[in-house]
Nanobody, 127 residues
Framework: QEQLMESGGASVQAGGSLTLTCTGTGDQNNNYYMTWFRQAPGKEREGVASVDRDGRTHYVDSVKGRFTISKDNAEKSLYLRMSSLKAEDTGTYYC?????????????????????WGQGTQVTVSS
């Protein structure tokens, strides 16, 4: 049973930077995908960035060039480095893990696929 806990959320000014951390309890070698999702008030949850078991990364277009996802298997941690933050980046950020195998790329950001979730950490960007 994987347990995930996010940290690092904060209130920042537009243009600022934050790094989110997600720490897990299980063996990350079992994780085919580790993904950051976010949910803004009144909006559906969306996938932001994902890293697969082999280190390949995927980003939603709106964060490309600004966000960087990385993981450290030894530390059982997933990171999201966010820079040039915008007001539209505001939301609750969740890390999630999918352990059932490889996914077609269009499904990497399908939140219904993921079997483990953290509780979320709040990011607020003020303009």
């Amino acid at each position: 049973q994987e347990q995930l806990m996010e940290s690092g959320g904060a209130s920042v000014q537009a243009g600022g930077s934050l790094t989110l951390t997600c720490t897990g309890t299980g063996d990350q070698n079992n994780n085919y995908y580790m993904t950051w999702f976010r949910q803004a008030p009144g909006k559906e949850r969306e996938g932001v960035a994902s890293v697969d078991r082999d280190g390949r990364t995927h980003y939603v277009d709106s964060v490309k060039g600004r966000f960087t996802i990385s993981k450290d298997n030894a530390e059982k941690s997933l990171y999201l480095r966010m820079s040039s933050l915008k007001a539209e980046d505001t939301g609750t950020y969740y890390c999630a893990v999918y352990t059932f195998g490889w996914l077609p790329i269009p499904f990497v950001f399908n939140d219904e696929k993921y079997n483990y979730w953290g509780q979320g950490t709040q990011v607020t960007v003020s303009s």
